[in-house]
Every structure is written in C-alpha cells, then in structure tokens.
C-alpha cells in the first residue's frame, strides 16, 4: 500500500510545494512544529532513511541544504534545524525545521497551528528562494 508520501508524489494528496527535482520533492509539513517546517522526500519509497542507496541518500541531503536555505533566506530564522526520525510515515525522509528562537520546542509532535493561507504564503516565499 502506497504511502501518503507516496499519494502526493503522485498528485492524489494535494500539498503546498515548494520544490520537486526528478527524485524528491519538497513540500511544507501539515503539522508543523513552527512556520514554513519543510519535508524533503525522496520520491523512492523506502521506509528507513538509512537502507537509502548512497547516492540516493546523498542527494537527499543536497536537496535538503538547498531548501534550508532557502528557508533562512525568505523567514529569516535564527537558523534551520533538521529532523530525521522516520517513525510517522514509513517513507524516508527529513524535516527542516526553522528555529526563530533559541529555547523553541523542537520535537515532533509539539506543533503550532498555520492557517492555509500563511501556508500557501509560506509556500511562496520559500518555493521563491529555491535554486535546484
């Protein structure tokens, strides 16, 4: 059974993203643990991020510094931080977490609530920063 990673790669889940290459995509998180939390996910579906092919796995992590990136270019954070715990979704992939302040929460599961409309906001800031 697919996915919900899976589902939206293939455009059965709608999502508000910010970037796709030929094997990931990149799109914001719909429980996020703060504005503009980003999911890179390789298109590949493999459960454990780390039974990822080497190149594979490589340019998952190319593909995620791109878009932490562009994260700290359009929200200014003090930085982005990155989560792979791969318990959620049985599909590998990495959470890029902007972090505005030094004492904030970074656990999933501690979200905050983003209207659709400061996501599709998000959306375009960050998809805007993004050079793939």
């Known amino acids: 059974m697919a996915t919900i990673f899976t589902k939206i790669i293939e ?4 999502c508000h993203k910010v970037a796709e290459t030929d094997d990931h995509i990149a799109f914001l998180d719909i429980n996020p643990i703060s504005e503009g939390h980003t ?3 390789p ?7 780390f039974d990822l092919p080497d190149e594979l796995m ?6 995620s510094r791109t878009i ?5 270019e359009a929200l200014n954070p003090l930085r982005t ?3 792979v715990q791969g318990l959620e979704v049985p599909h590998a992939h990495v959470h890029l977490i902007p972090l505005y302040k030094t004492n904030q929460v970074m656990a999933l599961g501690h979200n905050v609530s983003v209207s659709e ?4 906001e998000l959306k375009e800031q960050i998809s805007a920063q993004v050079e793939l």
């Open 39 to 41: 999911l890179v996910v």
């Open 43 to 49: 298109k590949k579906e493999i459960d454990y991020f």
């Open 81 to 83: 931080g990155v989560i």
């Open 11 to 14: 455009g059965e889940i709608p």
């Open 117 to 120: 409309e400061r996501m599709a």
């Open 68 to 72: 932490a990136h562009a994260i700290d």
């Open 58 to 63: 490589q340019s998952t992590m190319e593909v």
